[in-house]
Every structure is written in structure tokens, then in C-alpha cells.
């Protein structure tokens, strides 16, 4: 982004955790399996050695906005079994800052119990409440007796949506575009991402007009907690265009709307979290044929809609790119030993205890 906008060279608090530019190549196996045109990757998963997926790009303007405000711990909260709280600890690890988690009821899979011990051992102080109410009433209790200690955290929200983390993915856009300048892939017709908390989406839209490459960004709904709306994700990709220009009045300005957040719906299943049979499916084939691994809860979803999608118009005869926003890191092999269940805080314990939901 600063390669192509010299003025904002040095006005984005900025740390550097991502090893960049991520692989692009042709899905040749899955491709032709469903007689699709042209299916691509974008192997977000292997963004960076700490963690992998699409945190670490919005982290690294998370991160550094932190720093630059003179803050020691951040704040963010999700899912029990988050990766964005995940990466989030990791990475702040990795830079001297703490982590305070604040987690929230999903379905329970063997993936969030391990999810839950990492966040342990990498660190993490944790809190738990059964419900959003809930959830914001004990953050405003941790924030307040922080602040009683003249320590108050710098707040990252749900997935580091926000203005600042939004750049991580307007970011990648530019990425991307030298990628097609340089004939590793042609310009993609639509670009299909899974949508949590809507970051993502929001940056890959907004960049991909500032970049001038002629893509629709697709949506995969994959929540139901407070789910974003395309009129939402306009205003947020609109205040971070605002701050680009803040930081560089001469940037001409984009305007995004709405209907520049097309979404596609039924991939849910019952629950945020909740594996579904055309995921399961999904990640099977995905490692199978392509030897690249999925998560239930984001990317296998997304992939089940990319199958459906491609096998009719329009994307059928379409240039289709899968942004892969998992990370396939091997983070046990930093946080090793994984603590037992017991040394969590107590309130974690019944997660342990009863079946999985999967």
C-alpha cells in the first residue's frame, strides 16, 4: 500500500509479524474435478511463523497502534474456542505485550478445548461469561479495575474489526494486485472469503478499489453473534478510507456502499462453531485433493459454498480466488507443554467435562 501511496509512507503505526506476499496458485485438482473455469488459492494460512490466517495482517496495525499509544496489554474477546484471541496472545507474546481474553459459549469441539489451552499457555489472562450481556458487563469490570491501576488495555474488538484493522486487508489487496502484475495468477472475477466479524471482507473491498482491480468480494456468512451487515461493513470500510486520508489528504477518496458486500447465506448450520456435513466435506476434499488443511468453524464452510458456487453461472466461467483465512501453523510446538485442563481458571473446567458437540 505504501509502495503505491508514497505519502503514507511512515504514517501507519505499524509492527512487522506476517511474512509477505503470501502464495497464490491454481486449485489444478479441485479445478477440474468440478469442471470449474479457474479455481486459485491465497494461502493465508502460512501468513506468519507465530500464526498463521488473516490475523496476523490485521495485527500487525492492531499491534502497532498499541505500542505507539504506550500500551502493555490488549483486550480483545471472542468464542471460547477463538483463533483471533489465539493470535492475538501469540502474537502480542511475541512483541512483550498481555493478553486479556473475554470468551463466550460456542459449540464444543475437540478444537476449542485445545484452543482454550493455548490461550493458557501462551499466556492469557481469561475470563468467561455465558452470554454477550454478560461478556460486556465483566469487560467493563476487568477494564475498570485496569484503569483503577492506571493500566487500562488498548481494546482490540471481535476479529480486530476495526478502522485500523481493517488496513491489514486493504494492505493485501495491493499485495495481490502485484501478484497479477507479476503473471502469478490473472485478475480474479470474485474473490470468496469467509465472514465472522466482517474485517476481512471490509479491507478486501475497500483494497481492492484503491488498487484498481475490477473484483467482487464475496461474502460466506459463517455467524450468527452479532453478525455484519453489508451497510455496516460500508461504514467501516468507509472510516478506514477516512483515516488513510487523514494520514494522506492527497489520496483520492473511494466510496463504498452496500451493495458492494454481496453475501452469501445457508453455510451456517445450526450455530456459530457448529461443524456442518458440507464442511466436514469441504475439508476432507480440500486435504485430500489439494493437500491444504481447513477449519470447521470458517474456511471449510466457505470452500462448501465455493464448490456449490462454481458449478453455475456466473461463477462458473469465472476467474474464482479462495482467500484461505486459516492458519495452518503448528503453534503447539511454541506453547508446548499444553497445560491439563485443571490449571485453567475454574470456570473453563466444564468444558472439559462434558461431550463434544461435534
Known amino acids: 500500500m505504501e509502495r503505491a501511496f508514497p505519502a503514507l509512507r511512515g504514517k501507519l503505526p505499524h509492527v512487522e509479524l506476517a511474512s509477505l506476499p503470501t502464495r497464490v496458485y491454481r486449485l489444478a485438482n479441485l479445478q477440474a474435478d468440478l469442471g470449474a473455469k479457474s479455481l486459485w488459492v491465497k494461502r493465508d494460512d502460512e501468513s506468519c511463523r507465530y500464526y498463521g490466517g488473516n490475523k496476523p495482517r490485521k495485527l500487525e496495525f ?30 502480542a507474546r511475541a512483541l512483550g505485550l498481555k493478553t486479556i481474553l473475554l470468551l463466550l459459549r460456542q459449540p464444543l469441539t475437540a478444537a476449542v478445548r485445545n ?27 476487568v477494564a475498570g479495575a485496569a484503569l483503577l491501576r492506571n493500566e487500562l488495555p488498548y481494546i482490540i474488538p471481535t476479529g480486530g474489526t476495526s478502522k485500523v484493522g481493517v ?9 495481490l494486485r502485484e501478484q497479477i502484475g507479476a503473471g502469478e495468477m490473472p485478475e480474479p472475477d470474485y474473490i470468496f472469503v469467509p465472514v465472522g466479524s466482517g474485517g476481512t471482507l471490509a479491507g ?28 455496516r461493513l460500508a461504514w467501516l470500510a468507509n472510516r478506514t478510507m477516512r483515516l488513510l486520508r487523514q494520514r494522506a489528504p492527497e489520496l ?7 451493495a458492494d458486500f454481496p453475501m452469501i447465506h445457508g453455510y451456517l448450520g445450526a450455530a456459530y462453531g457448529a461443524p456442518t456435513a458440507a464442511g466436514r466435506e469441504a475439508q476432507e476434499r480440500m ?10 468453524t470458517y474456511s471449510a464452510k466457505c470452500v462448501a459454498a465455493i464448490i456449490d458456487a462454481v458449478q453455475a453461472p456466473p461463477y462458473r466461467e469465472a476467474n474464482v480466488l479462495f482467500w484461505n483465512t486459516y492458519s495452518s501453523v503448528d503453534v503447539d510446538k511454541q506453547l508446548e507443554p499444553l497445560p491439563d485442563y485443571r490449571q485453567l481458571p475454574q470456570p473453563f473446567h466444564q468444558f472439559f467435562t462434558g461431550p463434544l458437540e461435534e
Request: neutral net charge; aromatic residues 4%.
Open 252 to 258: 483520492a477518496p473511494v466510496q463504498i456502499v452496500a
Open 167 to 175: 488496513l491489514g486487508y486493504v494492505n493485501a489487496a495491493f499485495e
Open 62 to 91: 492492531l499491534l502497532g497502534d498499541a505500542i505507539g499509544r504506550g500500551k502493555h496489554t490488549v483486550l480483545t474477546n471472542g468464542g471460547i474456542g477463538t483463533n483471533h484471541g489465539l493470535a492475538t496472545t501469540i502474537c
Open 287 to 296: 486435504l485430500r485433493r489439494e493437500d491444504i488443511q481447513l477449519d470447521t
Open 115 to 141: 484452543n482454550l489451552r493455548r490461550d493458557f499457555a501462551a499466556g492469557a489472562e481469561m475470563y468467561y461469561a455465558p452470554t454477550v450481556a454478560g461478556l460486556i458487563a465483566r469487560g467493563l469490570r
Open 204 to 231: 478486501l473491498v475497500l483494497g481492492t478499489k484503491l488498487a484498481g482491480l475490477h473484483t467482487s468480494v464475496v461474502g460466506v456468512m459463517v455467524t450468527d453473534v452479532l453478525a455484519p451487515t453489508p451497510t
